[in-house]
């Protein structure tokens, strides 16, 4: 089945350690997305990429990079977590311009910052 | 950007029950997806709805894009039901960007 997967399920980091999430895709789709969900609050959109075309929203914080490598991966770095980097982070695929823009997620990465 | 509201913000119901949730936005959508996020966090498409009517199942969703709103029905509702119901339209300006509600909290009790 086509699907969105994401690596690991959960991770754990100590303070200030960088870490890396995973994102992987067999739908060929062209845009992905990288979400941040903090516990009872709705998912904030954190950069996406068109192909290769890195787009980065206003407000997430230097922190965060990103990186695709091909079509079927995107990664999620951040360079310095902090305790209020403690969230889940959804990686999310859809088709390109002039196609149905529907998202499609994967089941998430649980991040524990100690 | 769009503004989106979600009502109510939580709902109990008993098995069997059915109910209606209710999304209302701020400006022109092109496209407008419920999710249903279960208990372990997965956000999992429900429809997608810039207009019209869907049914699938026990649930149907119904969107009328020039009133600014969307409607979630569910009915004979059952314990998986439970979770987080989002609402989140794209808006019109060619953006990529969902916006999510706040989410209505199903709890749907045997």
């Known amino acids: 089945d086509a699907m969105v997967i994401q690596n690991p399920r959960y991770q754990v980091t100590q303070f200030g350690k960088p870490v890396t999430l995973s994102c992987s895709q067999t739908l060929n789709h062209n845009v992905m997305y990288w979400y941040q969900q903090k516990s009872s609050q709705a998912p904030k959109l954190l950069f996406h990429?068109?192909?290769?075309?890195?787009?980065n929203e206003a407000d997430t914080p230097d922190n965060f990079q990103s990186r695709r490598p091909n079509t079927s991966f995107c990664f999620l770095d951040i360079r310095s977590p902090g305790l209020g980097d403690a969230a889940m982070y959804l990686c999310?695929?859809?088709?390109?311009?002039?196609?149905?823009?529907?998202?499609?997620f994967g089941p998430g990465t649980r991040l524990t910052v100690l | 950007g769009i503004q989106v509201e979600q009502s109510p913000p939580d709902l109990i119901l008993q098995e069997g029950a059915n109910s209606t949730l209710r999304c209302n936005f701020s400006d022109s959508v092109n496209n407008l997806q419920w999710f249903h996020q279960n208990p372990w966090g997965q956000l999992i498409n429900l429809f997608y709805?810039?207009?019209g009517t869907k049914q699938n199942g026990r649930l149907s969703a119904t969107t009328v894009a020039t009133e600014r709103y969307s409607l979630l029905y569910i009915s004979s509702s059952q314990t998986t039901d439970s979770g987080v119901y989002f609402c989140?339209?794209?808006?019109?300006?060619?953006?990529?960007?969902?916006?999510f509600g706040k989410g209505t909290k199903l709890s749907v009790i045997p």
């Open positions: 990429y068109y192909d290769k075309d890195f787009n």
């Open positions: 999310a695929t859809s088709r390109g311009r002039g196609r149905t823009p529907e998202q499609f």
């Open positions: 989140a339209p794209q808006d019109g300006a060619g953006s990529y960007q969902l916006t």
């Open positions: 709805i810039p207009s």
